[in-house]
């Protein structure tokens, strides 16, 4: 909950992810004609980054952790409403120094890869493709189709934490309404670090689990434990239908859906021995449960002056808890609500969004998960010198609990499309939020960025 929800959450992205408001209209291009040859092969290097790590706690247990991730694409027209896309990633990941043992890892990664047919009022994609579904800004609470990708937490912006999932996409649009239908035929499980890396969720050094708090029995059972991810099955699919125009725009969604990140459930056996008061005759396991879930939600938009205000709600019928008593692995209902608004106070360049989210489980008893809470989580943005360089804070902060995460950058942006930026991420809690489980990593970064 909280940050971890943030570490799993704007409402428009790029081309290929979900739009929100009525679809242009296709454009009559010249290889929609039947005579007409296809159109030649485009090329772009969507995402390029650079970046170097110096981790700055006491306690920190790695002195350093660098980072660099390039994806691309190529894609063209085929004539008469097809088109083809094809794209990967490629990322790295350098940790070391300090107690913790080093990282070196470099991931090849599947990007956009699909097929699409596009006719005047619907338009048909199969393959590979990182669809959003929600209208604030990183914690949405309708996004529960996406596969998130946790391997430096939420360090990077909100799309840059989705990966692409295999899925059959059909959109229908009449009028003001649009009608957006996804399945999900192979289930893709969050993308995690190395097991090794400051940033899993279960954490080997001190015996802790993201999103629980601590415990010494448990201590000395999760340092030893097997982790078992189970991912198999279909990912679920949903349908959001959305209306715009009239001054508001708003949608309906209806989704069955599994949750990306793990859950981590200990087996019955470890459990048995905990309970009992006595060691565990063998080493446990660490289940990994993607819960299957129905979500129904809604969201909506509306400009008030200058300024534009968001909503958005989904209620959840599954939501993975531990039982204090027994540790024993259930699910319960829950329903989480964001509000926010966007605008540029005072000046046309500075930015402001403001949200404030809360997060239920309803009738949840003894568990040792947080039964509710409440987050105020933000974005500022100003460029300044002509353009020339840009400052930016981005922040999260529990409002019933200590639960923050702050992200000053600096940014020189002269040089297009190159930057060169210099950040913090801070980071500190209580031990059961996201912020305290990851508070030994605050880090100074210096790093670059392109697109090409």
Do not use: C
């Not at 009028?175 to 035929?185: E, N, Q, R």
């Not at 030893?224 to 189970?230: P, S, V, Y």
């Amino acid at each position: 909950m909280g940050l971890a929800a943030l570490a799993l959450p704007p409402g428009t992205v790029a081309e290929d992810v979900l739009i929100f408001g009525e679809p242009d209209e296709p454009a009559a291009e010249p290889e929609d004609r039947p005579d007409a040859d296809p159109s030649p092969w485009r090329y772009r290097l969507e995402r390029a980054q650079l970046e170097g790590g110096q981790l700055t706690a006491g306690d920190r247990s790695a002195d350093y952790s660098h980072h660099g991730t390039a994806e691309a694409y190529m894609g063209r027209d085929l004539g008469s409403g097809w088109e083809v896309r094809l794209g990967a990633r490629l990322d790295g990941h350098l940790q070391g120094g300090g107690e913790r043992s080093g990282v070196s890892r470099l991931d090849a990664d599947y990007g956009e890869n699909w097929l699409r047919y596009r006719a005047p009022d619907w338009r048909l994609t199969v393959g590979t493709q990182r669809v959003l579904w929600g209208r604030v800004d990183e914690i949405p609470p309708t996004d529960r189709l996406s596969t998130k990708d946790f391997t430096r937490f939420a360090l990077d912006e909100m799309v840059d934490r989705r990966r692409t999932n295999p899925a059959v996409r059909l959109e229908l649009y009449q009028g003001d309404w649009d009608i957006d239908m996804l399945f999900l035929p192979v289930f893709r499980e969050a993308e995690l670090p190395d097991r090794d890396s400051i940033w899993h969720p279960v954490d080997r050094e001190r015996g802790r689990l993201f999103g629980l708090p601590e415990d010494p029995a448990l201590v000395p059972v999760i340092q030893q434990a097997r982790i078992d991810d189970d991912s198999s099955g279909d990912g679920g699919g949903g349908v959001r239908i959305s209306r715009s125009g009239a001054g508001v725009d708003y949608a309906f969604t209806v989704q069955r859906a599994r949750q990306s990140q793990p859950y981590y459930r200990v087996d019955d056996a470890t459990r048995a021995a905990l309970a009992a008061g006595s060691a565990p005759a063998q080493r446990a396991t660490l289940h990994a449960e993607h819960p299957r879930s129905w979500v129904v939600g809604a969201d909506l938009a509306t400009e008030v002056g200058a300024w534009t205000l968001r909503a958005e709600a989904a209620w959840l019928s599954d939501v993975p808890v531990t039982r204090a008593a027994d540790l024993r692995y259930e699910t319960v209902e829950g329903f989480d609500w964001v509000v926010g608004v966007e605008g540029f106070p005072g000046d046309r360049d500075f930015r402001t969004t403001l949200q404030l989210a809360g997060q239920h489980l309803h009738d949840a008893g003894g568990v040792l998960d947080a039964r509710e809470a409440y987050y105020l989580t933000g974005e500022l943005e100003n460029p300044f010198l002509d353009h020339q360089w840009r400052g930016r804070l981005r922040f999260s902060a529990g409002l019933d609990r200590r639960d923050a995460y702050v992200n000053p950058e600096l940014a020189w942006t002269g040089n297009e499309p190159h930057e060169v930026y210099v950040g913090l991420h801070w980071l500190d809690g209580r031990e059961d939020t996201a912020a305290g489980f990851y508070r030994d990593n605050r880090l100074l970064v210096l790093g670059w960025r392109g697109q090409f």
